[in-house]
């Protein structure tokens, strides 16, 4: 099935944009840095929390720890997913205990994938509090997760999809819908 661009919905000025505003949304409601921590979901959530990371440092002077989570043993649908699933590594190097963590992704839909992160989190230790942040949000929730910080909410319909494109990842940057 090749599905072909139906909207471009930011380019490399609107992402940067977005993040820059995500990360001064994250300030506002997190007045102590010092127990901040950001966790990206590989792969784009991962690079999108090291932009959010470095935003903050540029703001506040300080630097907060990032980490990324690798949420594929966590999956309900491994089975599905492949019989061999590539396994990335998970990175936290930090204490999550007590920390305010903002679990950041690239593209909320159902939230499977938050669960499984959350889940993963929780593995790890026990944080004052989990705020999700993701740059898209595209609706058809099947768990009750909601995001605290939204780059954009974009009504789709479930056939359609979401692609994020990173230069860490697919050289270019770039968000579009595709039908």
């Known amino acids: 099935m090749n599905l072909e661009i139906k909207a471009k919905v930011l380019d490399e000025k609107g992402i940067k944009r977005t993040l820059q505003r995500i990360s001064h949304e994250i300030l506002e409601k997190n007045q102590d840095v010092g127990t901040l921590a950001i966790v990206g979901i590989r792969t784009r959530g991962a690079y999108l929390a090291e932009r959010i990371a470095e935003n903050i440092q540029q703001i506040e002077g300080k630097e907060v720890p990032v980490g990324a989570l690798d949420i594929t043993l966590y999956r309900d649908d491994l089975t599905e ?67 605290d910080y939204v780059g954009k909410n974009i009504p789709t319909a479930k056939q359609e999809s979401v692609e994020v494109r990173l230069k860490e990842t697919d050289d270019a940057e770039e968000v579009n819908v595709l039908a």
């Open 81 to 147: 997913v492949s019989e061999q699933p590539v396994i990335r590594s998970t990175e936290i190097e930090f204490d999550l205990n007590g920390k305010q963590i903002i679990l950041v992704d690239d593209v909320l839909y159902t939230g499977r994938t938050v669960r499984c992160a959350l889940d993963e989190l929780i593995d790890f230790g026990r944080p004052a509090n989990i705020r999700l942040a993701v740059l898209i949000d595209r609706g058809h929730r099947e768990f009750p997760i909601r995001p």
